[in-house]
């Protein structure tokens, strides 16, 4: 299973983003989106069961809002009011864990 994570980039504090993740055959798993910011460990953000129930760490509840869309096998993350402590590269998987870690999606958010 590959998940790919994109859509990252350079945005300023207080911009939006929005990343994608396709996940062909393990989307009715729980799904979750994570970051690792420089020196800190992988931490989740966010989860969404296959039920649509959603889960948000306190630093961004209220800013992200987690999604699936069946028919295109693909998870997003909607990253509104971004501030310069959301860099990071944001990554996939399911919650918890099953599946090798992909490439990731650097987001920074820098004036």
């Known amino acids: 299973v590959q998940l790919q994570a994109s859509g990252g980039g350079l945005v300023q504090p207080g911009g939006s983003l929005r990343l994608s993740c396709t996940a062909s055959?393990?989307?009715?798993?729980?799904m979750g989106w994570y970051r690792q910011a420089p020196g800190k460990q992988r931490e989740l953000v966010s989860s969404?069961?296959?039920?649509?129930?959603?889960n948000y760490a306190d630093s961004v509840k209220g800013r992200f809002t987690i999604s699936k869309d069946y028919a295109k096998n693909t998870m997003y993350l909607q990253m509104n009011s971004l501030k310069p402590e959301d860099t990071a590269v944001y990554y996939c998987?399911?919650?918890?864990?099953?599946?090798?870690w992909g490439q990731g999606t650097q987001v920074t958010v820098s004036s």
């Open positions: 998987n399911t919650e918890p864990v099953l599946y090798v």
């Open positions: 055959r393990i989307m009715f798993n729980v």
């Open positions: 969404i069961t296959a039920g649509g129930s959603t």
